[in-house]
């Protein structure tokens, strides 16, 4: 093949060689002659304008500091690390958190809120949304020292979900203690076989009930199973005998065990007062308030599953304003600012389907005399008259901006009885620490 080659490209030197030149030498194409060129145009001189403003540029640039290039030694990186606002960022507690979201990068959006907070019922202490059932779940088994009656009794109503489970399994604990109390005599009421069948499926799958038996003063013993011979043994909750000087403590754990209920953490408000501000309608909220559990996303798909198979119906405005309520619904949190016609606003954090009324207790609470009389306004400038809608039936979520507006002849009597000095209405704790929005 390459001997190929080569004939092919010695038989094109052949035919293209000229007159007098050897076979092995290239053949050479005559040159073109290259053609004229235009001669350049000469290039105009600046005009005097254009040279002045040259020479001030140039002026103000040999004036302006030269500044430092900035460095990227391993020293710099570290003190970079070590700046004081990412350090106070990690470590600052709730009270703290608030201004520390305002220092987020140049040009964010720095949220309206750091996030959802709750107050535990035992310890007052704030938490956060993601962490409250952890500090409940702590708080309950760190007062079993002080009370382990209360504390197995939360149990058993709090972390069982399932409600009608603990009513049933509930009754039947009563039943137990109700017996003891007829007949305290008698030992066979004292004893509760935990393999009974009725014991497995009501009491023993419920959390904190053998904590409840063992609190009240049950012990586990491990007894002869009568009628299956010498050897069979079973499992018993035992109640001693001094059950006898005990019938109304037994009675009393009864009715503390009936009448519970789940322990719940409450919802922090988080109440602040900002100056008067225009981006008072500008709202950036965190992602506590759009996250949704395992269930609402369920329920958010079948909302859209139902939603496109409806797209295509003829839809009457009942229908649609129906609809649009349902889809308020998936919200959790609500961020509402209710703005005083002074302009100072007042911010609070609040359920979804709270009613009305809990935003009127939220601002008589936040003011110096609660029993001034007020309306609150929508913001489309409805009066909220009805205070037992809730906040989502009347759109206001995820977040929006009230007006209130005071009885003016009850507010002219007030600044008569002041004597010409107007004060503000709001309390002086809040007034102490007023804020900017971000």
Not at 26 to 33: D, I, K, L, V
Not at 263 to 270: E, F, I, K, N, S
Request: aromatic share 8%; charged share 30%.
């Amino acid at each position: 093949m390459r001997k190929f080659f080569q004939e092919i490209k010695t038989d094109l030197k052949f035919k293209t060689a000229g007159p007098g030149q050897k076979l092995s030498e290239p053949s050479r194409a005559p040159r073109e002659r290259p053609k004229a060129e235009a001669a350049p145009r000469p290039r105009q001189a600046p005009t005097d304008e254009a040279q002045m403003a040259a020479a001030a540029a140039l002026a103000r640039l040999e004036l302006k500091p030269k500044g430092k290039a900035p460095s990227c030694s391993q020293e710099s990186i570290k003190n970079q690390g070590r700046s004081p606002g990412r350090a106070r960022a990690r470590r600052c507690p709730l009270a703290n958190c608030q201004s520390a979201a305002l220092e987020g990068e140049e040009g964010a959006a720095a949220p309206s809120v750091s996030g959802v907070y709750f107050i535990c019922p035992l310890t007052g202490d704030i938490v956060r949304k993601d962490e409250k059932e952890k500090h409940l779940r702590e708080a309950i088994q760190a007062h079993f020292s002080v009370d382990p009656v209360a504390a197995s009794i939360m149990e058993i109503h709090t972390f069982n979900k399932d409600r009608e489970k603990v009513r049933v399994g509930v009754e039947t604990m009563a039943k137990y203690l109700d017996n003891i109390c007829l007949h305290p005599e008698e030992e066979k009421y004292r004893k509760i076989k935990l393999q009974n069948k009725v014991f497995q499926e009501r009491i023993s799958c419920l959390e904190g009930t053998h904590r409840f038996f063992q609190a009240i003063g049950f012990e586990t013993k491990t007894l002869p199973a009568p009628g299956q011979g010498k050897e069979a043994q079973e499992q018993y909750y035992v109640l001693g005998e001094d059950a006898l000087a005990r019938l109304e403590e037994l009675r009393a754990c009864r009715e503390r065990l009936l009448r519970s209920e789940p322990l719940r953490v409450q919802l922090h408000r988080q109440p602040r007062l900002f100056r008067p501000s225009r981006r008072a309608e500008r709202f950036e909220l965190p992602p506590d308030f759009y996250a949704l559990s395992a269930e609402e996303l369920r329920r958010e798909q079948r909302l859209r599953t139902e939603a496109v198979e409806k797209a295509s119906m003829l839809r009457t405005r009942a229908m649609r304003e129906k609809e649009e309520q349902r889809e308020m619904r998936k919200y959790n949190y609500t961020l509402l600012r209710v703005r005083f016609p002074d302009g100072y606003i007042l911010q609070g954090t609040f359920y979804a389907r709270e009613s009305v009324s809990v935003l009127y207790d939220f601002v008589r609470e936040a003011l110096r005399d609660d029993w001034l009389p007020f309306e609150l306004l929508g913001p489309g400038g409805g009066k909220l008259t009805d205070e037992n809608l809730a906040f989502n039936e009347c759109g206001l979520v995820p977040s929006a901006l009230l007006s209130l507006c005071w009885d003016a002849a009850v507010m002219a009597d007030v600044e008569a009885a002041a004597e010409g000095q107007p004060r503000c209405p709001l309390r002086a704790e809040l007034l102490a620490d007023v804020h900017t929005l971000p």
